[in-house]
């Protein structure tokens, strides 16, 4: 690699910069930690105005072996599997097969009368009482229905990993799954809170039963192929896996790699877990495949995944979902109470603006949320550090994708990335008018 750039570096917009040359800002911040060794390797990918407008390959695919890394390079992408899921979702709602509005028993009867954690803990007899409402399906796709993950020593997490309910399910049948998860008490009345969750899970085994397909071959046939997106899917070929980046953990200062045999996950997320619980080898097809972390995938394909949804749901003349369906994904489905800043994920604390739609946020007031994307952008990230946004305003798409399981405020990457990102258009969109400016003054002399 070359001398970085600066990575606060800004791209002026100047008449004779090539675009190209507008990117290398982008490019700078991760060649800055990669060079630090806190960071294996970055692939980025970049669509502008109906055509690509930016790709690079950066560092190591392999800090040990120096293996480049690549373009087509294949990462664990977890819970960028969440809006791939959404969308599973919504062909469903098309075909009218779910409504918001249903109850989760209505489709999952192992589900039904769910009880609340009140008092208690896994240690201490839980003092359980009725649900002050069933969860709705609606509540099951925007993370309001109590569920929860294991993550924490919290006692409903640690009554959660009792239960032995997967943190991402592959080992386990659904009807397995739903026996574990139904012993589980919800964290709040349904409607009440905001908890990161099983729920995209939860919503695979609704795929499975109202398609009568299992997620993966669902998944493949009605979204994956379509999109011509070749190296997404739940398992990684034997002619494939060279292809795979290694996984890291940042420890202190140096990057450790990680796999499901480690003795322990430095992250401080996940502190209750062991890597068994999150890094799966990826070698056979899962008994139950996981809607909310189970899928590899590269840069490439996620970048068609993301324009398909900046066509609101159709690519190259593929149409995946209908308009309606996009748009009813990619809106707000947040009640006020909950735009407090006191609810949401690390990083993604949900407030005016900056809200949660389906399976991911959407930017609905960027001034009000404080943030540098479009009104209407959508995006998610992945426990492994990738991340995507979908701008229609732009209309634009950044896809990341990185191999770093780590606290997502350490290195800050995503953030700093959107920032940088709107230089760089601000940058190319003052070229553009100048340019214009100048063809049109030209034509009239």
Same mark, same amino acid.
Request: hydrophobic share 40%.
């Given at each position: 690699? !070359?001398?970085?750039?600066?990575?606060?570096?800004?791209?002026?917009? /100047?008449?004779?910069? %090539?675009?190209?040359?507008?990117?290398?800002? $982008?490019?700078?911040?991760?060649?800055?930690?990669?060079?630090?060794?806190?960071?294996?390797?970055? &692939?980025?990918?970049?669509?502008?105005?109906?055509?690509?407008?930016?790709?690079? =390959?950066?560092?190591?695919?392999? &800090?040990?072996?120096?293996?480049?890394?690549?373009? @087509?390079?294949?990462?664990?992408?977890?819970?960028?599997? #969440?809006?791939?899921?959404?969308?599973?979702?919504?062909?469903?709602?098309?075909?009218? #097969?779910?409504?918001?509005?249903?109850?989760?028993?209505?489709?999952?009867?192992?589900?039904?009368?769910? +009880?609340?954690?009140?008092?208690?803990?896994?240690?201490?007899?839980?003092?359980?009482?009725?649900?002050?409402?069933? %969860?709705?399906?609606?509540?099951?796709?925007?993370?309001?229905?109590?569920?929860?993950?294991?993550?924490?020593?919290?006692?409903? @997490?640690?009554?959660?990993?009792?239960?032995?309910?997967? $943190?991402?399910?592959?080992?386990?049948?659904?009807?397995?799954?739903?026996?574990?998860?139904?012993? $589980?008490?919800?964290?709040? *009345?349904?409607?009440?809170?905001?908890?990161?969750?099983?729920?995209?899970?939860? +919503?695979?085994?609704?795929?499975?039963?109202?398609?009568?397909?299992?997620?993966?071959?669902?998944?493949? +046939?009605?979204?994956?192929?379509?999109?011509?997106?070749?190296?997404? @899917?739940?398992?990684?070929?034997?002619?494939?896996?060279?292809? &795979?980046?290694?996984?890291?953990?940042?420890?202190?200062?140096?990057?450790?790699?990680?796999?499901?045999?480690?003795?322990?996950?430095?992250?401080? /997320?996940?502190?209750?877990?062991?890597?068994?619980?999150?890094? *799966?080898?990826?070698?056979?097809?899962?008994?139950?495949?996981? !809607?909310?972390?189970?899928?590899?995938?590269?840069?490439? @394909?996620?970048?068609?995944?993301?324009?398909?949804?900046?066509?609101?749901?159709?690519?190259?003349?593929?149409?995946?979902?209908?308009?309606?369906?996009?748009?009813?994904?990619?809106?707000?489905?947040?009640?006020?109470?909950?735009?407090?800043?006191?609810?949401?994920?690390? %990083? *993604?604390?949900?407030?005016? !603006?900056?809200?949660?739609?389906? /399976?991911?946020?959407?930017?609905?007031?960027?001034?009000? =949320?404080?943030?540098?994307?479009?009104?209407?952008?959508?995006?998610?990230?992945?426990?492994?550090?990738?991340?995507?946004?979908?701008?229609?305003? /732009?209309?634009?798409?950044?896809?990341?994708?990185?191999?770093?399981?780590?606290?997502?405020?350490?290195?800050?990457? +995503?953030?700093?990335?959107?920032?940088?990102?709107?230089?760089?258009?601000?940058?190319?969109?003052?070229?553009?008018?100048?340019?214009?400016?100048?063809?049109?003054?030209?034509?009239?002399?």
């Amino acid at each position: 690699m !070359g001398q970085p750039m600066g990575a606060g570096a800004v791209f002026a917009g /100047n008449a004779g910069t %090539p675009p190209a040359a507008a990117w290398r800002t $982008v490019d700078s911040l991760f060649e800055d930690v990669i060079e630090r060794s806190l960071l294996s390797g970055a &692939v980025t990918a970049a669509w502008r105005g109906g055509a690509p407008a930016h790709q690079s =390959a950066l560092g190591w695919r392999d &800090v040990a072996t120096r293996d480049a890394m690549q373009q @087509d390079s294949i990462f664990r992408i977890y819970s960028m599997t #969440k809006p791939i899921t959404a969308v599973a979702m919504m062909i469903l709602w098309d075909e009218g #097969k779910w409504s918001p509005s249903d109850l989760i028993a209505e489709h999952l009867p192992e589900l039904a009368d769910l +009880q609340v954690l009140e008092a208690g803990s896994a240690a201490e007899a839980p003092v359980l009482v009725p649900a002050a409402v069933q %969860p709705t399906l609606e509540h099951l796709m925007t993370h309001q229905a109590g569920f929860t993950y294991g993550f924490t020593d919290e006692p409903v @997490d640690q009554l959660f990993r009792a239960a032995q309910v997967p $943190v991402i399910p592959h080992d386990v049948t659904a009807d397995q799954y739903l026996a574990r998860l139904a012993q $589980v008490p919800l964290a709040f *009345h349904p409607g009440t809170g905001w908890r990161y969750s099983v729920s995209m899970d939860i +919503q695979g085994v609704i795929i499975e039963r109202l398609s009568g397909m299992n997620l993966r071959d669902f998944m493949r +046939q009605r979204i994956l192929e379509p999109l011509g997106m070749v190296d997404t @899917d739940f398992i990684v070929p034997e002619e494939k896996r060279y292809r &795979v980046a290694t996984l890291y953990s940042l420890s202190g200062d140096g990057l450790v790699e990680t796999d499901h045999e480690s003795e322990r996950l430095y992250y401080d /997320n996940v502190s209750a877990l062991l890597p068994r619980d999150l890094v *799966h080898p990826f070698a056979g097809e899962p008994l139950l495949a996981s !809607g909310g972390g189970g899928l590899v995938s590269t840069a490439a @394909d996620y970048l068609r995944f993301a324009r398909m949804l900046l066509g609101q749901g159709e690519l190259d003349g593929s149409r995946i979902i209908s308009r309606e369906a996009a748009a009813l994904m990619m809106r707000s489905h947040t009640a006020d109470h909950l735009l407090t800043g006191g609810f949401g994920t690390a %990083p *993604h604390w949900l407030r005016p !603006g900056y809200e949660y739609a389906y /399976n991911g946020i959407i930017v609905t007031d960027p001034e009000k =949320a404080d943030v540098r994307l479009g009104s209407g952008t959508y995006f998610w990230d992945g426990a492994a550090g990738g991340w995507f946004w979908s701008d229609p305003q /732009n209309d634009f798409v950044f896809v990341c994708m990185v191999h770093l399981l780590t606290d997502a405020e350490r290195l800050g990457l +995503q953030f700093r990335s959107r920032r940088i990102v709107a230089d760089v258009l601000e940058g190319l969109e003052r070229q553009e008018s100048t340019s214009l400016s100048s063809s049109q003054s030209g034509a009239d002399q």
